[in-house]
């Protein structure tokens, strides 16, 4: 049989391989996150129900013209929504102005509990009253339904990010470019150190020596504090040229033949891919016919208990969001949907990194329960022979018009699956 090599690697959700040193992106778990509109736009901040889901946003009313007002009691926005300065005291039923500015907008937060229904505030956290809410619904009907859709996406989002991650799949051909990334940060900007004093400051200064010493000492400050943050920005980007030239390295290597950087090379390409959930993949490299490459893929996935049970949309009519339970038919569609979507994309990228690779054997499975033992034992629920040419005929400009379940079934292929997605577990394909 010649080499073959193992590896197990755990892909993490949102995080790319050259952004290693941020955060996770929004993940599977729950839904919590920040979308930020624009940078004159409203700013979206989705917390976990009973803490409150909200959202901010300016609405324009009646009469307001160009002015930073609006109804008593309200804060208003000027460009930038985060930027809030209070109007005056609040009086019942009345309307407060405020100072002259460029842009108006009264800035509102919408927020909405698990049970789905909205509470409406001022940006102080003042509820409003029945008559601002219908003044403020005859402004901008359609805004408020618009963030209504938009909190209803948030609180879906962890199946809809699951079940879209095929239609992000590469076609094998042309193949992963290998260039590296520029460093994402710019550069700090340069200090603006104390101005100095006048004539007469100066005057001063030689009199009173502690006003220098003290304008010196702010100017050393901000001198140092601006050293440190470059020495931080030169150290991330060297860092980031220093993963980028290892990733760069370890693409060429497998790509020219190296049998062990095929198992390093895919490693750094999976941990750049988005997955929307934390995931673990099984690589095993072995010699395929005529100097290829076939590769076997373990693609560790969710039992179907860990997906949400409840789905949000608007109502018509109500300024509330209706919550319902997801059914089990829908509930084991789009489990199905996620098996074979999550080994799709695995496959893809595979034969997108690295043209060597001829055959993808990819198995999906999950753990279970042992009814014999009680203890957990993993259940393979689809194993698939993939060649390359075979794979190439997939339209990867219309993965929207592939039915996934449908498109495995051209390989060779293990599976036991009723037509609403019931798994039985099979044997898997095996080195």
């Given at each position: 049989?010649?080499?073959r ?154 199946m ?5 991650l ?35 400051g ?47 390295g370890?693409?060429?290597a ?49 039992p ?118 019931i ?9």
């Open positions: 049989m010649g080499w090599f193992r590896r197990r690697i755990r892909i993490l959700p949102g995080i790319r391989l050259n952004l290693s040193k941020t955060g996770p992106g929004l993940s599977l778990g729950g839904r919590g996150g920040s979308v930020s509109v624009g940078p004159s736009g409203p700013h979206m901040h989705a917390g976990l129900p009973g803490t409150g889901l909200h959202y901010r946003k300016k609405v324009r009313l009646p009469g307001q013209g160009n002015r930073r007002g609006g109804p008593a009691g309200s804060r208003v926005a000027a460009g930038d929504p985060g930027a809030a300065s209070a109007s005056p005291p609040r009086t019942a039923g009345g309307a407060g102005g405020g100072p002259e500015a460029d842009s108006g907008g009264v800035l509102l937060r919408i927020q909405a509990e698990d049970s789905g229904h909205l509470t409406f505030l001022w940006e102080d956290g003042t509820p409003l009253s029945e008559t601002e809410l219908a003044e403020v619904r005859r402004a901008d009907e359609a805004g408020i339904r618009e963030t209504m859709a938009e909190l209803c996406r948030h609180w879906n989002r962890d809809d990010q699951v079940l879209a095929h239609l992000e799949t590469p076609a094998p051909d042309p193949p992963l470019a290998l260039r590296a990334r520029p460093f994402p940060e710019p550069p700090p900007a340069e200090p603006v150190l104390p101005e100095g004093p006048g004539v007469l100066r005057l001063v200064e030689g009199v009173l020596s502690g006003r220098r010493e003290a304008r010196e000492e702010a100017a050393a400050r901000v001198r140092d504090s601006a050293r440190r943050e470059r020495e931080a920005w030169e150290e991330a980007r060297q860092a980031h040229e220093a993963l980028e030239s290892e990733r760069l370890a693409m060429e497998a790509r020219a033949g190296d049998e062990e950087a095929v198992a390093e090379a895919l490693e750094h390409h999976f941990a750049d891919v988005p997955w929307p959930r934390e995931t673990e993949v099984g690589l095993e490299v072995e010699p395929g016919g005529d100097g290829g490459i076939r590769l076997w893929l373990d693609v560790d996935l969710a179907r208990d860990a997906f949400p049970r409840e789905e949000a949309r608007p109502a018509k009519r109500e300024l509330r969001i209706l919550v319902r339970e997801r059914s089990d038919r829908q509930r084991r569609e789009e489990y199905r949907d996620h098996v074979h979507g999550f080994c799709f994309r695995a496959v893809g990228e595979a034969f997108h990194a690295l043209p060597g690779v001829e055959e993808v054997v990819v198995t999906g499975f999950t753990q279970a329960v042992d009814p014999a033992t009680g203890a957990d034992a993993d259940e393979v629920l689809l194993s698939a022979r993939i060649e390359r040419a075979a794979w190439g005929q997939i339209r990867f400009d219309r993965l929207e018009e592939v039915h996934l379940p449908r498109a495995f079934q051209r390989f060779p292929l293990r599976r036991d699956m009723t037509k609403t997605g798994f039985r577990p099979v044997e898997p394909f095996v080195p």
